[in-house]
């Protein structure tokens, strides 16, 4: 496969990615109680609508189509921000759930355009890599500011009384028995014994 055509697969990924934080950015904003949280996913929406028209002009310089690809890993990491909005945490450390879920939302998108960007410089498509390239800056103030915006939530989460064991949900036994079997398949590579020095 050559390589304008991984970049477009990944610029198809990225589209995706972007169109569904397009429906759950709201639900992030919705369900944080922090103002600042709030302000911030509600202005990285309209950032995010900005950036599907960019991929848009992407694909008109490539003439190509944006659709056609659905983002399995930007669908995985949205329903990991969905669980942190159903945990039963309150106060700063729902937040603080919500802060990680966002973080890893935009280091997702954060190492897409970097991919995208890499290849084509590699094509010599110097429009295309403007286009991303704001994107990509877009991104990653995102995710500054959404740091600097957990700093103190995070130190009055840290204050916070642990919360009483609840029994596991089937959700969570679900989820517990798939990381178990994660380790258990991951355990022969880890060995000291097949560790190359």
């Known amino acids: 496969m050559a390589l304008k055509s991984v970049l477009i697969d990944e610029l ?4 995706s990615a972007e169109n569904q934080l397009v429906k759950a950015l709201p639900k992030l904003a ?19 609508k900005g950036q599907i028209e960019r991929l848009k002009r992407v694909f008109t310089e490539l003439g190509e189509k944006p659709t056609g690809q659905h983002c399995n890993g930007m669908e995985g990491v949205i329903e990991e921000g969905k669980e942190a909005l159903e945990k ?5 450390s ?24 890499s290849m084509a410089t590699a094509l010599a498509l110097p429009k295309i890599v403007k286009l991303l390239n704001s994107n990509l800056k877009e ?9 600097a915006a957990g700093v103190p939530i995070l130190k009055l989460s840290a204050k916070e009384p642990e919360a009483p064991k609840t029994p596991k949900t089937g959700k969570e036994k679900y989820s517990a028995k798939k990381s178990e079997e994660d380790e258990a398949k991951a355990a022969p590579e880890l060995s000291p014994s097949t560790a190359t020095s």
């Open 30 to 48: 919705k369900g944080s109680k922090n103002p600042k949280l709030k302000s911030i996913f509600t202005a990285h929406l309209a950032e995010t």
């Open 139 to 147: 991104e990653l103030a995102a995710a500054k500011k959404i740091t």
């Open 94 to 117: 729902f937040e603080a759930g919500l802060i990680g879920a966002a973080l890893r939302t935009e280091h997702y998108e954060i190492a897409g355009y970097e991919a995208c960007i």
């Open 88 to 92: 039963d945490e309150e106060g700063s």
């Open 12 to 15: 198809r990924d990225m589209y």
